[in-house]
């Protein structure tokens, strides 16, 4: 049998380049040898794409975009993975994993290239992933499902005057998270408790982004949803917590505190795992998702479930929640890549 050529994207120009290349020693490592044949492409910071053939463990620690082996290469139409070798060597790509975080990774810009080469991928398809990776478009578009609560919120455009201190203080009131509109991992996010300290939220914010969220603090648990589809059909995992070992789970709270921590079968009231399997399911489809997403919630005191974000292309570290929570549901990390693998596609 012919294996399927997979191509596995990683890094990017991004601020979660560094969580991109923990993230993709997953695929590297579960996606079967056996199966398919595996081609790496590392995007380095400055948005060089670069053919990898080199030590796959200096990959986590970054260290992989200056090995002599790397060859300068391109996705062409019509022509598959183009290598700028002096044979301008090209490679027959069946299937593209891209395992990118944050701008020009899961904001469909990407996504929007695999379309013009016409070749399969996983994951959202290009208008899913950009008004999901932008908080104010998801936001919108969640309105329309009614019976899903969400935190009110105002928005700041780069340019805007300070009106929007007044308007979030009278609307929002202390304290409020501020968080760029199309960044992830926590990057650039950050709580006021006055308005000094939401001037330079936003300053900071804004940044990152040129649309900034101000949103209404939820004192909540923070809960997760890891959803799976193919072919129309959807899988949700149960609730998992995030446990933040900070003030709110910031990125560093993510990836560099060890008090944080997941816990994969909280203890909730019953009838909020449900609840939150059933939102996520619906968001995910109101927003026209396809493949994977990670949907995040809070769950106050009350036992009230309320939207926070989703995120189309969810981490694949050691430390996330998406490979965790689909293992909970009969998806070893093995099974998982065969069915990722199998739900890529196109025009989704």
């Known amino acids: 049998m012919t294996k399927k050529s997979i191509l596995i994207i990683f890094g990017g120009n991004s601020t979660e380049h560094e969580v991109s290349c923990k993230s993709v020693m997953n695929f590297i490592k579960n996606v079967s040898d056996e199966k398919y044949t595996k081609h790496l492409v590392g995007i380095k910071k400055n948005g ?15 260290k992989w975009d200056s090995e002599p082996s790397n060859v300068a290469c391109m996705l062409f139409p019509n022509k598959g993975l183009v290598l700028l070798d002096k044979n301008n060597t090209t490679i027959k790509i069946d299937t593209i994993i891209p395992v990118l975080h944050g701008k020009n990774g899961e904001d469909g810009t990407i996504q929007g290239l695999f379309e013009l080469c016409s070749i ?20 919108i578009i969640v309105e329309s499902l009614k019976e899903i609560p969400q935190a009110d919120y ?44 939401l001037i330079n939220a936003v300053n900071l914010a804004l940044k990152h982004d040129s649309k900034v969220l101000i949103e209404e603090t939820i004192k909540g648990r923070e809960l997760e949803c890891a959803v799976f589809e193919k072919n129309g059909n959807i899988t949700c995992s149960n609730a998992g917590e995030a446990v933040a070992g900070d003030v709110f789970y ?43 997403s990670r949907v995040d919630f809070f769950m106050e005191e009350s036992g009230r479930v309320v939207f926070n974000e989703i995120n189309t292309l969810p981490g694949f570290t050691q430390i996330s929640m998406y490979p965790m929570m ?23």
Not at 48 to 62: E, F, H, K, N, S
Not at 251 to 280: C, F, M, R
Request: hydrophobic share 30%; net charge negative; proline share 4%.
């Open 48 to 62: 060089d794409w670069v053919y990898y053939t080199g030590d796959t463990g200096l990959i986590p620690a970054c």
């Open 120 to 139: 399969p991928y996983v994951g959202c398809g290009v208008v899913a992933s950009s008004v999901s990776m932008d908080k104010a478009y998801t936001k």
């Open 154 to 197: 105002v928005l700041v455009r780069e340019g805007d005057n300070t009106s929007y201190i007044e308007e979030a203080e009278k609307k929002l009131g202390y304290p409020m998270f501020v968080k760029p509109c199309k960044s992830g991992s926590s990057q650039g996010v950050s709580k006021a408790e006055n308005r000094n300290e």
């Open 250 to 292: 910031s990125y560093e709270a993510k990836y560099n505190n060890a008090d944080s921590k997941t816990v994969l079968h909280p203890d909730i009231p019953q009838g909020v795992n449900e609840k939150v399997k059933d939102y996520a399911e619906k968001i995910f489809r109101v927003l026209g998702c396809s493949g994977l």
């Open 326 to 348: 689909m293992g909970e549901v009969g998806f070893s990390i093995e099974k998982l890549m065969d069915e990722l693998i199998a739900s890529a596609g196109l025009s989704k």
